[in-house]
C-alpha cells in the first residue's frame, strides 16, 4: 500500500525551528518529486518546496532562507524543517510526491499540525 | 511568485453547473502544460481531480472538466451534488521550477 505517514503535531515558541517527518512506504521514493505544502487556519493551501530525486531542491522564495528539506534514504523519510517560527507559521504541513514531470500531487501524507505560540 | 487568484466562493443548486476560474500569468497558468486541480473536502487531504490542463484521473467523475484561455484556467462541475462541497485549488508550475496554488475557491451546494 502505497502511503505517506508524518510525525505528529509539534507546539514550538516563537523564534524556535520545527522537523516534520514524512515515511514513504509501498513505493520507491527516490524516484519520486517529494513536495511540502502547508494550510493555515482559515487559509489557502501553500507550495514550500520540493525534494526532487538527484537531491536538488527547490523553494518557495516566500520560505528561502528558513525552509531546508533533506532525505533519509535508508528510512525512506523526507524531512522539513523551519526556522525563525513565528506564530502565522502554525497550520497542517504536508508531504506529497508527484511522479517527474508529472505535476500531480497524487500521495498526500496526512498532515502534522504546526502551532507555534508563546 | 504570488499565488493565483481565485474566487473565494461559488454556489449552485443540485444539478446544477458552475465554473471556478484562475488566473495567473503568461508564465504559469497561461504557458504551462502542468496546470492542475485539487479538491480539498475539510479534515481530509486534497486530491488530483485535474491534471494537464484538462485531462482527468481515473476514477474522477466525468462531471468534472477544464479548460484554459488565455492567463486563466476554469474549473466547471456539471450536475452539481452535494458532495462536490469543498475547497477548490488550481496549481500551477513555474518558470522558476517550483510550483504555485491558486488562494483557493469554496464551492458550496445551496
Known amino acids: 500500500q502505497v502511503q505517506l505517514v508524518q510525525s505528529g503535531a509539534e507546539v514550538r515558541k516563537p523564534g524556535a525551528s520545527v522537523t516534520v517527518s514524512c515515511k514513504a512506504s509501498g513505493y520507491t521514493y527516490t524516484t519520486y518529486f517529494m513536495h511540502w505544502a502547508r494550510q493555515a487556519p482559515g487559509q489557502g493551501l501553500e507550495w514550500m518546496g520540493v525534494f526532487k530525486p538527484s537531491g536538488n531542491t527547490g523553494y518557495a522564495q516566500k520560505f528561502q532562507g528558513r525552509v531546508i528539506l533533506t532525505r533519509d534514504t535508508s528510512t525512506s523519510t523526507l524531512y522539513m524543517d523551519l526556522s525563525s517560527l513565528r506564530p502565522e507559521d502554525s497550520a497542517i504541513y504536508y508531504c506529497s510526491r508527484e511522479a517527474p514531470g508529472s505535476g500531480v500531487f497524487d500521495i498526500w501524507g496526512q498532515g502534522t499540525m504546526v502551532t507555534v505560540s508563546a | 511568485q504570488s499565488a493565483l487568484t481565485q474566487p473565494a466562493s461559488v454556489s449552485g443548486s443540485p444539478g446544477q453547473s458552475i465554473t471556478v476560474s484562475c488566473t495567473g500569468t503568461?508564465?504559469?497558468?497561461?504557458?504551462?502544460?502542468?496546470v492542475s486541480w485539487y479538491q480539498h473536502h475539510p479534515g481530509e487531504v486534497p486530491k488530483v481531480i485535474i491534471y494537464?490542463?484538462?485531462k482527468r484521473p481515473s476514477g474522477i467523475s466525468d462531471r468534472f472538466s477544464a479548460s484554459r484561455s488565455g492567463n486563466t484556467a476554469s474549473l466547471t462541475i456539471s450536475g452539481l451534488q452535494a458532495e462536490d462541497e469543498a475547497d477548490y485549488y488550481c496549481?500551477?508550475?513555474?518558470?522558476?521550477?517550483?510550483?504555485?496554488f491558486g488562494t483557493g475557491t469554496k464551492v458550496t451546494v445551496l
Open positions: 496549481c500551477s508550475y513555474t518558470p522558476s521550477k517550483i510550483y504555485v
Open positions: 494537464e490542463v484538462n
Open positions: 503568461s508564465s504559469d497558468v497561461g504557458s504551462q502544460k502542468l
